[in-house]
């Protein structure tokens, strides 16, 4: 099948990409010329393990192209995605006008009949909105159908080869058929392909994202309560997902959640909320709790300072939002980050991918270490942020020799309590007690 993918952000290459492994030819489009002339240099512009091989290996055989010309990629194409950013306002909602705007140009373009697949994540309506534009420039027919991604950063190419569904909206029997054969080789093993109408499509994403932060957010409200009552929240944590009906996953607690679709998504669906004149309390609460969560660490290293940052050197471990990415988006680090400089710390940080992008964003404001350990050097105290494996097992004796005290404030659990003790730190952490030199 000839495919047509309309931007190449994170979400566009990897559907782009992982379209053409199963044999389909693939074209993406973007407006961004170094992007597309690096793209066609063989070199990825996300990091997302997994992603490099497929994109090499169907670029080499024909299936994966790059272009910024959108006549040319559209042109006998059967389906063309709309992967493009949908960025809030300042109020919340989802900014449209980059799908809205491909939608018009291409509908100037069409002459024959051509499936176009929302892949973005966009409020209830889109549809229609998108559908109306069509109408409004086109006699051509076309089924405008939301599809929307289900892709966790840094397991996206497994998710998208092996999905554990996939969501596909309209009510065009025509349209049906032509998804239901595109994506009939990524559910052999019986996972389905939900068809349903548009709007329920639609909701279907932002609730489903709202849910998972809804939890983290829950988990994150249980480990400050543990921590003042004496519980252990990893004890808790295990009760509770014991139990089929809460499940194990999304119950780490933490520095909240961050990234490009939680945050975003939430936001969106409370604005679409107060549009519809509805009070949808626990969204409002979860992004008030997340906003409070992002910045535990530092009030926890004010009171272990006694509100004295200033001058003293800080080691950060992480800067993504997660690990096996390179995305800083709504990243916890940044504003634990922008806390700590306002109070006068001296920053040094490292990550093992996502220090280029904070250079962008920071400058020369923090330092940056070539390794974990080169941050580490007369630092008053390390904060872990991101929970790379390479920070699961370091050299706890290497660690203590560097630091000028041997202080750790976890935001990601990493570590055993009593390894802590028997190493002789002070090791705060998130919903646990707290071990005191």
């Not at 329920?200 to 400050?224: D, P, V």
């Not at 800067?319 to 980050?337: H, S």
Request: proline content about 4%.
């Amino acid at each position: 099948m000839k495919i047509a993918v309309v931007g190449t952000g994170y979400v566009g290459l990897v559907t782009g990409t992982c379209l053409a492994e199963t044999g389909n030819t693939v074209t993406c489009v973007d407006v961004n010329e170094e992007k597309v002339k690096m793209m066609l240099a063989f070199k990825l512009p996300i990091y997302e393990p997994g992603l490099d091989l497929l994109f090499h290996r169907n670029i080499e055989q024909g299936r994966l192209k790059f272009t910024t010309n959108l006549a040319d990629a559209i042109s006998d194409a059967q389906i063309i995605y709309l992967a493009l950013p949908t960025p809030p306002n300042g109020d919340g909602a989802a900014d449209l006008s980059y799908v809205l705007g491909a939608a018009k140009d291409i509908a100037k373009l069409i002459t024959e009949y051509k499936v176009i697949v929302t892949k973005s994540t966009v409020p209830v309506g889109t549809a229609d909105k998108v559908i109306k534009v069509f109408k409004d420039n086109t006699s051509v027919e076309v089924d405008v159908v939301s599809n929307p991604e289900f892709l966790r950063e840094g397991v996206a190419v497994e998710d998208f080869m092996k999905p554990d569904r996939v969501v596909v909206g309209t009510e065009s029997v025509r349209a049906q058929k032509l998804m239901a054969e595109l994506y009939g080789p990524y559910v052999r093993q019986g996972n389905p392909i939900i068809f349903m109408d548009a709007r329920s499509s639609e909701l279907t994403k932002y609730a489903a994202n709202s849910f998972l932060a809804t939890k983290i957010t829950f988990m994150n409200e249980i480990a400050n309560l543990c921590e003042l009552v004496g519980a252990d929240v990893d004890a808790v944590r295990k009760g509770i997902g014991s139990d089929d009906r809460i499940g194990k996953r999304f119950l780490f607690p933490g520095v909240g959640y961050g990234g490009s679709c939680f945050p975003k998504d939430v936001q969106a669906l409370a604005h679409s909320a107060r549009e519809n004149k509805y009070d949808f309390k626990i969204l409002e609460s979860v992004m008030e709790v997340n906003n409070i969560q992002r910045k535990v660490l530092v009030e926890k290293m004010r009171k272990y300072y006694s509100g004295q940052l200033k001058g003293k050197k800080i080691a950060i471990w992480g800067l993504a939002f997660k690990p096996e990415t390179d995305d800083i988006r709504e990243a916890p680090a940044l504003y634990i980050i922008e806390e700590l400089l306002k109070d006068g710390a001296i920053i040094s940080a490292f990550d093992p991918e996502a220090i280029s992008n904070v250079k962008k964003v920071l400058g020369d404001k923090i330092h940056f270490g070539e390794n974990q350990y080169d941050i580490l050097k007369d630092a008053d105290a390390l904060v872990i942020v991101t929970e790379w494996s390479v920070f699961r097992t370091p050299d706890f004796d290497r660690v203590g020799s560097l630091l000028k005290s041997k202080v750790i404030f976890d935001g990601r659990n990493l570590y055993d309590l009593q390894k802590m003790i028997d190493s002789g730190y002070y090791y705060n952490s998130i919903g646990r007690k707290t071990i005191s030199i």
